[in-house]
């Protein structure tokens, strides 16, 4: 275990002080990752073990910038049921809320962490566990969850069992759950207060409003038949934009919900299987994709409308030690992407 930097080739004396990335090794593989957004907490990210066996690990470590180290605090290290199929912070920018971390598994759980007032040492409880099946006590493991930004009580799980639950997670009850595709649900992600979309293994993007639950919107369905869907990024900057990603492709579908069924754009610069996306969190025209080429490409979708001779192009590429499974880009630092590959974790300063 431990953490590297790498300086900078050029620049002035400040930037050949300050890497440009970040490496530290955890003690097993990381799967599930993602960045704090409380401002008081820079540089700090839950990690997460995927590893096959009942008991697994979640760490919260934090980049030291004056040295260079990323570090775990062992205080606020935890064991978790099964591997998190996803982690996300709170959304709090404003440290107005407890701090709290949300992660998927067989249940969501939200998990506290301590403020430094109420304890000497820091440390981690579990402040809720939450299981959507009414008539057990079990439920369907969740793929993915999102934590709604405009409305931080809420959170939308995703459910092998074709179900999406909306959770009020301060009174802990589910406000809507909803059998949302024909085949299991892989991501969910929000677009608004009362608007969310997911995607699923029968091919199909759909959109609900839960002022009106009974009717969901088609965006999109992938061409061949049973290509499932596995991921979705929503843009937080341009909700007229989302992208998708297609089981086992090397191409990351982006789309306008103002033009369903067609895609904007197709990004076709990844030599291998496309594992996760994240857009811009502080620009509408940017999104990262990452995959199983080893590659994190950065691109700049602000002429999507027209077409590009032979495909569009990234603007930046970044080359890892091995497959990227995972990328978060920090909405509190947006010059700063975090990916997972293997047992690291990198930050790259973008």
Not at 13 to 22: G, H, L, T
Not at 52 to 66: A, G, K, M, T, W
Not at 204 to 209: A, E, I, L, Y
Not at 306 to 319: F, K, M, R, S
Request: proline letters at 7%; a negative charge.
């Amino acid at each position: 275990m431990g953490a590297s930097s790498d300086p900078t080739q050029d620049g002035s004396d400040e930037q050949q002080k300050r890497s440009e990335i970040y490496t530290y090794e955890a003690p097993w593989h990381i799967y599930a990752m993602n960045w704090s957004v409380r401002r008081d907490k820079k540089y700090r990210l839950a990690i997460a073990s995927l590893l096959e066996q009942y008991p697994n690990r979640v760490e919260i470590v934090q980049l030291d910038d004056s040295n260079g180290d990323i570090r775990s605090d062992p205080t606020l290290s935890f064991e978790h049921p099964y591997p998190p199929t996803k982690a996300i912070f709170i959304p709090d920018k404003e440290c107005q809320k407890p701090d709290l971390l949300a992660t998927s598994s067989d249940f969501l759980r939200v998990w506290r962490i301590s403020d430094p007032d109420e304890y000497p040492t820091p440390r981690v409880e579990l402040k809720s566990l939450l299981n959507g099946n009414k008539n057990s006590e079990y439920c369907g493991p969740l793929t993915s969850f999102d934590w709604n930004e405009a409305e931080p009580k809420r959170i939308g799980t995703s459910s092998i069992d074709t179900t999406c639950t909306i959770w009020d997670i301060e009174r802990e009850t589910v406000d809507t759950q909803l059998i949302a595709h024909d085949k299991e649900v892989y991501d969910i992600a929000w677009g608004g207060v009362g608007v969310f979309a997911s995607v699923s293994a029968d091919g199909s993007v759909r959109v609900f409003d839960l002022r009106d639950k009974e009717h969901s919107t088609i965006i999109y369905e992938s061409s061949e038949p049973d290509t499932p869907l596995v991921r979705l990024g929503w843009n937080k900057q341009d909700p007229r934009y989302m992208a998708t990603i297609i089981m086992d492709s090397a191409k990351v579908v982006v789309l306008d919900i103002r033009f369903p069924t067609l895609p904007v754009v197709e990004l076709q610069r990844h030599q291998a299987s496309v594992n996760a996306i994240a857009w811009a969190p502080h620009s509408s025209c940017h999104i990262c994709t990452a995959g199983d080429d080893s590659q994190a490409l950065i691109w700049d979708l602000s002429s999507m409308g027209q077409p590009v001779e032979g495909g569009l192009d990234p603007i930046l590429a970044y080359t890892a030690g091995a497959e990227i499974e995972q990328l978060q880009w920090s909405s509190s630092q947006p010059d700063w992407v975090a990916i997972a590959f293997s047992s690291k974790l990198q930050i790259l300063r973008v």
